[in-house]
């Protein structure tokens, strides 16, 4: 098998690392892959533009974030903390773990911009998620409150990005479909998104140890003020 086209891989990696434009990294790290795995420069460019054609949705984002800034304006992030607070049986890691699992189910079957950093995380989550954390440390400071947040981020971007592979109409599941193809190896949809599932599944359950760490530290660290 042609194991040249991973260097795509290492292109994003050090395209991140020097801080490079991320479109300008994605798109020579895919045209870098392209060319090492034998495509030919008319089905790259056809590939690129079903690709970028099929993610237009994307620029929903720019609509988006004017409403969010309203609600936020109008006291949505106060509201949302308010909301938390009288959940009174809702825990930082209850919470967290179940946004995941929902970001994530929602993801297999397509659901992939229903939620979002802008959308859901920002204006919703991460002040809930602050509201339960100051339940354990009423004294959160702020370096805290800046690791729960990045957290919030986190479990978004892990929810989506495990669970939309699940999805078999993925455009990602198709390319995964086109690469063995050309390779003699012949895979349906379905069946990659059956193996994307237990990468899921250990997902899921290795960030969800990673939220109850966390808020067993903040348990510790609150314990050991008290205890000063």
Known sequence: MNGWPLLGVAVIALGFVLRFNPVLVVVTAAVT???LSGMSVPDLLALLGTSFASSRILLIIVMT???IGLLERAGLREHARAWMDRLRGMTLARLLVGYL???QVLS???LQSVAGPAQTVRPLLAPMAEAAAERIDPALPEAERD???ALCAATDNVGLFFGEDVFIALGAVLLIQGFYSQHGIELTPLSIALWA???AIAASVVHGVQIALFQ???RRRAATRQGT
Do not use: D
């Open 101 to 103: 699992l929902g970001r």
């Open 33 to 35: 892959s392209g060319l």
């Open 216 to 218: 067993r530290h903040l």
């Open 65 to 67: 974030l004017p409403a």
């Open 147 to 149: 690791r729960l947040r």
């Open 108 to 110: 297999m079957i397509g």
């Open 197 to 199: 599932l237990p990468t």
